[in-house]
T-cell receptor, first 114, second 115 residues
């Protein structure tokens, strides 16, 4: 079974721009979660989607948003990029319905904001 | 709010030796899961082991085992027969089983296995 895939793997953007990251979960998984990883703050939860609905949300500003499609693929968008948004963005999927609570992570997207 | 604390930022161990990574957590929940994740330099986060809070028996996965002390809210990971491929960052993580459950990570510990 293919693992979680994320595209693109690397991205360089300029302050003020917006960016969209994509995540394809493991086949059959209906829950997708997003995390931001930085050296200073560690791993922080952004949001979780299940069956196209945001089920849970972390403490991030409204510039961070996401969505999930009917095939469970998910995208996250960051608008008006700031230097502090430079991070590794990780996506994780899990079965979700009767939660095993195990999350399987993708390789991440490394976003650099200049 | 749940918190996960990994107080040791770095550890080093000789190949073939045993090492224990510490983790404590704080929660008012009674039902939850605990995990150890490994993140090698390649950055792919990998699930190492999980423990259900309602189970008294400590989880074991090959060379990896945990010491789960629910009353003390402690969840340490023991790696036996350390291998060079165990070199990675290790994250302890917690998730409650109630509504709005989300995975909360510790800051991580960098483990280096010396040849």
């Amino acid at each position: 079974k293919a693992g979680v895939t994320q595209t693109p793997r690397y991205l360089i953007k300029t302050r003020g721009q917006q960016v969209t990251l994509s995540c394809s979960p493991i086949s059959g998984h209906r829950s997708v979660s997003w995390y931001q990883q930085t050296p200073g703050q560690g791993l922080q939860f952004l949001f979780e989607y299940f069956s196209e609905t945001q089920r849970n949300k972390g403490n991030f500003p409204g510039r961070f948003s996401g969505r999930q499609f009917s095939n469970s693929r998910s995208e996250m968008n960051v608008s008006t990029l700031e230097l502090g948004d430079s991070a590794l963005y990780l996506c994780a999927s899990s079965p979700g319905l009767i939660p095993l609570y195990e999350q399987y992570f993708g390789p991440g997207t490394r976003l650099t904001v200049t | 709010a749940q918190t996960v604390t990994q107080s040791q930022p770095e550890m080093s161990v000789q190949e073939a030796e045993t090492v224990t990574l510490s983790c404590t957590y704080d929660t008012s929940e009674s039902n939850y899961y605990l995990f150890w994740y490994k993140q090698p330099p390649s950055r792919q986060m990998i699930l190492v082991i999980r423990q259900e809070a309602y189970k008294q028996q400590n989880a074991t996965e090959n060379r990896f085992s945990v010491n789960f002390q629910k009353a003390a809210k402690s969840f340490s990971l023991k790696i036996s027969d350390s291998q060079l491929g165990d070199t990675a960052m290790y994250f302890c993580a917690f998730i409650n089983t109630g509504a709005n459950s989300k995975l909360t990570f510790g800051k991580g510990i960098t483990l280096s296995v010396r040849p």
